[in-house]
């Protein structure tokens, strides 16, 4: 019930190409989704975040797509450029029962080629 | 800006010994997380605290401790330490809900 569920587990893309990752959640309760980026070596900083109030939020060339009916969310990445391989994860949280857990899927290896 | 500092940055250490992870943050949140991070397995919570005593159990707790004396620090312990522990460790701080959690740089442990 906890769980995050991340696919594919690494993406390659061509520069210029479209990027999409997805995730799956089970808890109903969760009401905060963010999407992290790591580069190797560093620890993991925040990309992008939605609210399940909205169904798709755009910062630049990342989008979160969400699906609240299906329990499912997405990052896209438009335009994918080499900077962007990294390891993306999704996470989930719950904040009304004060607990405010991140819940962090398995991780998404993306390498853009130039 | 600091943000959440790790320390140490490396570290091996003999299966059976112990040692104290530590991670401050001076940012005033009340939340603070220690995860660890195995190749291939994302990030998985060791122990939370919502505030300056209360911590709470997160997914993979057993074989740490964690105490939360002040806002701005939240040690890592590890007893008897065990091959199974060898993972990178990051510690990491937000302010409530529905708000960005910030990471410290990660502390690579290896057990031999």
């Known amino acids: 019930q906890q769980q995050v569920k991340q696919s594919p587990q690494s993406l390659i893309v061509q520069k210029g190409g479209i990027s999409i990752i997805n995730c799956a959640y089970e808890?109903?309760?969760?009401?905060?989704f963010p999407w992290y980026q790591q580069f190797p070596g560093k620890g993991p900083a925040l990309l992008i975040a939605?609210?399940?109030?909205?169904s798709e939020k755009k910062e630049g060339r990342f989008t979160i797509s969400f699906n609240k009916s299906a329990k499912q969310f997405s990052l896209h990445i438009m335009d994918s450029q080499p900077g962007d391989s990294a390891t993306y994860f999704c996470a989930a949280s719950r904040g009304a029962s004060g607990t405010y857990k991140y819940i962090f899927g398995t991780g998404t290896r993306l390498k853009v080629l130039a | 800006n600091a943000g959440v500092t790790q320390t140490p940055k490396f570290r091996i250490l003999k299966i059976g010994q112990s040692m104290t992870l530590q991670c401050a943050q001076d940012m005033n949140h009340n939340y603070m997380y220690w995860y660890r991070q195995d190749p291939g397995m994302g990030l998985k919570l060791i122990y939370y605290?919502?505030?300056?005593?209360?911590?709470d159990k997160g997914e993979v707790p057993n074989g740490y401790n964690v105490s939360r004396s002040t806002t701005e620090d939240f040690p890592l312990r590890l007893e008897l330490a065990a091959p199974s522990q060898t993972s990178v460790y990051f510690c990491a701080s937000r302010q409530g809900a529905r708000t960005e959690a910030f990471f410290g740089q990660g502390t690579r442990l290896t057990v031999v």
């Open positions: 939605i609210r399940p109030d909205v």
């Open positions: 808890n109903t309760a969760f009401d905060y």
């Open positions: 605290s919502v505030g300056a005593g209360i911590t």
